[in-house]
């Protein structure tokens, strides 16, 4: 009975640690960027970063859920191209990916406000526990 309720206080801290902390996971599933990710991906992500410290080479998470794309996604980890500090945008691409992502402006680019995060670690996982997930 004791241990029962101390894992159940321990989930709840980490719950809340976790509410309160600057990070969040998120699921990866895809292939744009293999080999860095596998198509079932563990990703810790930094929320509220200064984009204008974003480089080159960097991965972040972007929000596209309102962009008509060909993919179900909402939002995609990728690699930064360009960093745009002086329009406030950048350009990323899947290391996967033979071209630039699609443009979400006449330019290509994405506006600041679509990066959600920068990806911190990552751990590929075995893709049968991605199944369950739409």
């Given at each position: 009975m004791?241990?029962?309720?101390?894992?159940?206080?321990?989930?709840?801290?980490?719950?809340?640690?976790?509410?309160?902390?600057?990070?969040?996971?998120?699921?990866?599933?895809?292939?744009?960027?293999?080999?860095?990710?596998?198509n079932?991906?563990?990703?810790?992500?930094?929320?509220?970063?200064?984009?204008?410290?974003?480089?080159?080479?960097?991965?972040?998470?972007?929000?596209?859920?309102?962009?008509?794309?060909?993919?179900?996604?909402?939002?995609?980890?990728?690699?930064?191209?360009?960093?745009?500090?002086?329009?406030?945008?950048?350009?990323?691409?899947?290391?996967?990916?033979?071209?630039?992502?699609?443009p979400?402006?006449?330019?290509?680019?994405?506006?600041?406000?679509?990066?959600?995060?920068?990806?911190?670690?990552?751990?590929?996982?075995?893709?049968?526990?991605?199944?369950?997930?739409?």
């Amino acid at each position: 009975m004791k241990t029962g309720i101390i894992i159940f206080l321990v989930i709840i801290l980490v719950i809340g640690l976790f509410a309160i902390s600057p990070y969040n996971f998120v699921l990866g599933k895809g292939d744009s960027m293999k080999p860095t990710f596998n198509n079932c991906t563990l990703i810790l992500i930094k929320n509220n970063i200064n984009p204008l410290l974003v480089e080159r080479g960097e991965i972040v998470l972007i929000n596209i859920s309102d962009v008509q794309t060909k993919f179900e996604f909402e939002k995609i980890a990728h690699r930064v191209v360009n960093n745009d500090k002086i329009h406030k945008k950048i350009s990323t691409r899947g290391d996967n990916n033979l071209t630039y992502d699609f443009p979400t402006q006449v330019d290509g680019y994405f506006d600041y406000e679509r990066i959600l995060g920068k990806v911190r670690y990552h751990l590929d996982i075995p893709t049968n526990f991605c199944n369950g997930f739409a």
